[in-house]
Structures are given as structure tokens and as C-alpha cells.
């Protein structure tokens, strides 16, 4: 092994606590991407003031107020993710195109009169995927001696492993990973029983290797399904108020596998180690939106609308399980540690509360005749203000890591639908949604955390278009959807490590049949 100087300062700030819960997972269940009927998604999703349309209940409940029949709709189509990376003059791409059911939903419209102040009371519900985490990536090149297992030497030793008696007195005990729980992170002690990490006679400190080239690849699937009960009132045409109660679903799994290269003092090939990570999220959210759109001239279409999302409170329950293999020269063996092995369920299934920020959401919107409709908003939410919690309602140990790196989140949609022949529309819409990450945040490893990369990512940019057709009771809506981001990916945490650059994207091809009556 080669002595090196140690570069990751961010794990100065490790902190030991019972959580692996930080701000990338947070991040993970806040904010919903664009996705629901495909009149709304070929319109930006630029509804909120128009209202008029299922899918404006999750965003602004008051829209349901403008409907005067009843309507019923189903949307579905397909996705395809694209991830193409470049590290050290190396690229790697992934694909993957799934079909996806993305919408149900009704509304149920009850006249109370013509001369009445109160119009309409009506009644809606809505399924729809709010997010689609279904994604393939891959990254890799040299690495010019900068290797994962410094990092983890680095934490142990933060950690408190201060020689190399207690070293090898923490390798010859029975069960290290139940004996040392709590007092050195689970991935540093993979390492070293592994030798992925070890404390050589005549060394002053832990040591790693030196990484000749890498290769990660992650597997995700799953996503977060939305239900939507509504009620919307309307007041003399003008004034509509409405309340949607939102029941959230989470179900994530994610698969990743890395790998290093090692070399020697002469340069060469002297072995390679493998990380494998088995994680799975599950678990349901609640919140509360309430709108109102006012139309304050009477003799003209245009409206206003404001919207207040409550926080969504989530409950959760995360599971997880490592491997960590080697085959390095320097020893007389193979290594293959299963951290399922070791550990029975208890610890690696934890439960956990995220409770997301308030959203706020102002628009406008108008019509020229039966012609032509233009749509505005403006969204924001603090993802600073996310809160990490146990069961019991006690702060977690990487909250922090949230207040230092989320920010708050911007999004501004536009959207426009014209009328080009009896009965038949054509639809352009536009998102830009601001970055979630501040350009230093990192993913620290603490105790419990089998991890070490993390995904920063950049504002996003989201064209859309559509096509529709409306007959007497029958209508048909087509819409195309591309989502546009770049993020800076690192495989671990080093000062040295140069940043990953990642373009990603996403086309949707969605379908929604209906009809109203």
C-alpha cells in the first residue's frame, strides 16, 4: 500500500448517529414532476388559473370548479431515460424505454342553480404517477490513484481507530458488525475485512489503495403514485374555491455496483474489489392543498389563482444490504463479505418521518374567444425546510446535512392551446425548474450508510407539446413531454475526484382518453 494524504475533509464532519438518512433521500420524495393528463402535460401543466382539467387538482384544487359535466379520463403511454456520462475522457451511455399507466381519474359535477351565488359544488378524484424513478446509469474511467478506500479509511479513523492493535482486535472478533455498531461506520468495516482497507505493519494509520480505473452502474424502478380526493366550489362564475387531499405511495428500489482496478508501486495490476448495494423504500404520505381563481373583471376571462400545499408528511421504511468482495495479491485469499450475514433484519430495516416543505404556487391565465388559451405559474418550495424525524418525533442525526445542502426550488411553467379546427387543438408548453442542490453539497458516510455516491442535480428544462380532439362526449388528448438536466456525479467523496458530468433526459409519449357527459 502507498502512504497518501488524506483529501476528504467533508468526512471531518461524520457523525456516528442510528441514521443513514440524509439530504439526497430527502430529496428523493419533495417536489413532483410533470405528469397527469396529456391536455396538462402539452400544456406545461400551465393549468392552475384555467383550470377546466382533472389534473389541475394537484395543483391548484379551485380548476375543478369550472367544470360544468361530469368527466372521466385515462391516461397512459411510455418513457424513456437516457444517461450519458463523461469521467476522465471516458463516456458511458444507458436506455431504458417502459410503458406506463399515468392517470384515472373523474369529476362529478352537482348544478345548484343559475341565480344562486353558489353555482356548482363538484366532486373530483384523480390517480397519477408523481414520480417516475425508472433509470439506468453507468460511469467509469481512470482514476489516476484516487480509490474508494481511502474514503473509508479516512472515516475509520475519524472514527477513533487510533493503532493497530485495536485493528486487529476489532478483525478477530466474532461479529465486528454487532460488537462495533455504533462506533465505526458498517462500509469502513466491510473494508477491512475485506483488506480492502488495513493497517500494514510499521504504517502510523489505516491506509487504502491506490485505484487504477473504476466502473459504477446503478439500477433504479419504482416511483411515487399520487391519489387525489377533491372538492371545488363555484361562486357566481367568477370565484372558485377548492381543497384536494393528497394520499402519496412510495415504492423505490435501487441496485448499484462498483468497482475498482489496484495497482502497485511499479504500476502494476495487483487485484480488484467490488461494491454491491441492495436498497428499497417504501411507504405513504399525506398532504393538503387548498386553491381559490378569481376572475376579477366580469366582462373578461381572465383569472387569477393562488394555491398553498401543507407539507407532506411521509412515513417511511427504508431497507438496505452490501456486499463487498476482493480478490487483491497482496493476500492469500479471496474476501466476500454479505452484510445480511452479520446483521438480522433489525438493523437493516429502519423507519423514519420526512416531512417536506410548504409550496406555494401563484397563476394566471386567460382566453382569447374560443380561439386561443394562455396559461402562467410561478412555484416555490425551501427544500432547506425539509425535516428528518424518527418515529417517535426526534430529529435525526443528518439533518444537517439538508439545511447545508438544499436550497430552495423555483419552477416556472407556460403554456398555450389553440383551436385550429372544429373541435381539434393544438398544445406548447414550457417548464424550468432550478436546481435542489447547492454546487458543494456531498453525501457523507455514517454508520449505517453502505454508500458512497451521491448525484447532484442541476436545473431541469421541460418542453412539451400535444395534440386533441373534443367531440359532443368523447374526447382524445396525445402529448409529448422531454425533460432536459445535467447533475455532477461522484462515485465517492475526495477533493481530488474529478466531477462525473452527466446528461440526462427523458422523453414521455402519453394518451389520455375520456369523456364528459
Known amino acids: 500500500m502507498i502512504k497518501k494524504s488524506i483529501l476528504a475533509v467533508c468526512g471531518l464532519a461524520l457523525a456516528l448517529t442510528t441514521s443513514a438518512q440524509n ?27 384555467l383550470g377546466g382539467d382533472i389534473s389541475v387538482m394537484g395543483t391548484n384544487p379551485a380548476g375543478i370548479g369550472i367544470f360544468r359535466s361530469n368527466d372521466i379520463s385515462a391516461s397512459f403511454g411510455f418513457n424513456s431515460t437516457g444517461t450519458e456520462s463523461s469521467f476522465n475522457r471516458t463516456s458511458m451511455k444507458e436506455d431504458r424505454t417502459r410503458a406506463s399507466f399515468d392517470q384515472l381519474g373523474l369529476v362529478y359535477t352537482y348544478k345548484v342553480g343559475n341565480t344562486t351565488s353558489l ?86 494509520y489505516l491506509l487504502g489503495w491506490d485505484g487504477m480505473d473504476n466502473n459504477f452502474f446503478s439500477q433504479e424502478t419504482g416511483g411515487i403514485s399520487e391519489y387525489d380526493f377533491n372538492v371545488a366550489f363555484n361562486i357566481e362564475d367568477r370565484v372558485y374555491i377548492g381543497a384536494t387531499l393528497g394520499v402519496y405511495d412510495v415504492n423505490y428500489k435501487r441496485y448499484t455496483s462498483y468497482g475498482e482496478n489496484l495497482y502497485g508501486d511499479d504500476g502494476s495490476d495487483i487485484g480488484y474489489y467490488n461494491l454491491d448495494n441492495y436498497y428499497a423504500l417504501d411507504g405513504a404520505g399525506v398532504d393538503l392543498k387548498l386553491g381559490v381563481i378569481v376572475r376579477p373583471i366580469e366582462e373578461s376571462p381572465f383569472r387569477i389563482g393562488l394555491a398553498i400545499h401543507t407539507p407532506t408528511w411521509y412515513e417511511l421504511t427504508e431497507s438496505y444490504d452490501a456486499t463487498m468482495s476482493s480478490d487483491i495479491l497482496a493476500y492469500d485469499d479471496t474476501y466476500s463479505q454479505r452484510l445480511s450475514d452479520y446483521l438480522d433484519p433489525d438493523y437493516l430495516i429502519y423507519d423514519y418521518t420526512t416531512i417536506t416543505p410548504w409550496k406555494f404556487n401563484v397563476s394566471a391565465g386567460t382566453t ?7 396559461g402562467a405559474e410561478y412555484e416555490f418550495q425551501d427544500y432547506a425546510a425539509t425535516k428528518l424525524q424518527d418515529v417517535d418525533g426526534y430529529e435525526l442525526g443528518e439533518q444537517y446535512t439538508i439545511e447545508d445542502n438544499l436550497k430552495a ?9 389553440a383551436r385550429v379546427a372544429e373541435g381539434f387543438s393544438v398544445r406548447a408548453g414550457y417548464n424550468y425548474t432550478s436546481a435542489a442542490f447547492n454546487d458543494d453539497a456531498y453525501s ?40 432536459m438536466y445535467n447533475s455532477d456525479f461522484y462515485a465517492f467523496d475526495d477533493l481530488a475526484l474529478p466531477t462525473t458530468k452527466v446528461d440526462n433526459s427523458r422523453h414521455q409519449l402519453l394518451l389520455t382518453l375520456g369523456a364528459r357527459f
Request: hydrophobic share 40%; glycine share 10%.
Open 23 to 49: 439530504a439526497y433521500d430527502a430529496e428523493r420524495v419533495i417536489g413532483n414532476e410533470l405528469n397527469g393528463t396529456a391536455r396538462f402535460v402539452g400544456m406545461g401543466g400551465a393549468m392552475s388559473a
Open 119 to 204: 353555482r356548482y359544488i363538484n366532486f373530483g378524484f384523480n390517480y397519477h404517477k408523481s414520480k417516475n424513478f425508472n433509470r439506468l446509469f453507468s460511469a467509469g474511467g481512470a482514476l489516476d490513484g484516487l480509490s474508494q478506500s481511502w474514503q473509508l479509511a479516512d472515516e475509520m479513523d475519524y472514527a477513533g481507530m487510533t493503532n493497530a492493535s485495536s485493528f486487529d482486535q476489532m478483525l478477530d472478533t466474532n461479529n465486528p458488525y454487532l460488537t462495533y455498531w455504533n462506533q465505526y461506520p458498517v462500509l469502513s468495516m466491510m473494508g477491512a475485512t475485506t483488506g480492502v482497507v488495513d493497517w500494514p505493519i510499521g504504517a502510523d
Open 368 to 374: 382569447l374567444g374560443n380561439i386561443l388559451a394562455v
Open 409 to 417: 426550488v423555483h419552477t416556472f411553467r407556460l403554456g398555450l392551446e
Open 444 to 483: 457523507p458516510l455514517t454508520s449505517y450508510r453502505t454508500s458512497t455516491d451521491f448525484n447532484n442535480i442541476k436545473s431541469k428544462n421541460t418542453f412539451t407539446c400535444g395534440l386533441g380532439y373534443r367531440g359532443s362526449v368523447v374526447y382524445a388528448d396525445l402529448a409529448y413531454k422531454l425533460d
